[in-house]
């Protein structure tokens, strides 16, 4: 893949992964979770960088659901300006994941916590959200931009 971001001068996110697909949720432990996917991001960056990869080019992601159990989810959304450190944007995708559909009966619209993690991972420093329901997201986030406008707050949460 390098050496198609190379030639394309494209994007590319690296995402954070413990295990493989298949194995991921058996029982993920960290004995330093925000350091363990930190170390990991950062060789892959300086791995990517190495290679060629532009590093205005990088996007980071912690990979919220990638062999992480439900608080480990929620350690990460606490600490994503811990991740600022790297000099990339921070990618988070938690969009109706079960991270949320856990907090709730099988049944539940996972949309308004969505909405709620999405704004405060904003909040917390991700530059890009990955989410199902745009429209939603676009509205809340106007309202949070309104506050950091208000307040005088660098970044745009477009």
């Known amino acids: 893949m390098t050496d ?3 030639k394309y001068k ?32 950062d060789n892959a960056r300086n791995t990517a960088i190495r290679n060629g990869i532009n590093k205005e080019k990088i996007i980071i992601d912690p990979g919220i659901g990638f062999g992480k159990t439900v608080e480990h989810n929620y350690q990460i959304i606490s600490n994503l300006e811990y991740f600022k450190k790297m000099e990339a944007p921070i990618l988070i995708g938690l969009s109706r994941k ?15 916590a969505t909405i709620a993690l999405n704004s405060l991972c ?37």
């Open 4 to 6: 198609v971001v190379v």
């Open 10 to 41: 494209s994007h590319i996110i690296l995402m954070h992964i413990k295990g493989t697909p298949e194995n991921m949720q058996h029982n993920p432990k960290y004995s330093d979770l925000i350091g363990e996917i930190y170390g990991f991001l």
């Open 98 to 112: 079960s991270l949320i559909g856990k907090l709730y009966d099988n049944g539940s619209n996972r949309l308004p």
């Open 122 to 158: 904003v909040i917390n420093g991700a530059d890009i959200i990955r989410v199902h329901d745009v429209k939603e997201h676009k509205l809340a986030l106007t309202a949070l931009e309104m506050i950091k406008k208000v307040n005088n707050i660098n970044g745009n949460c477009n």
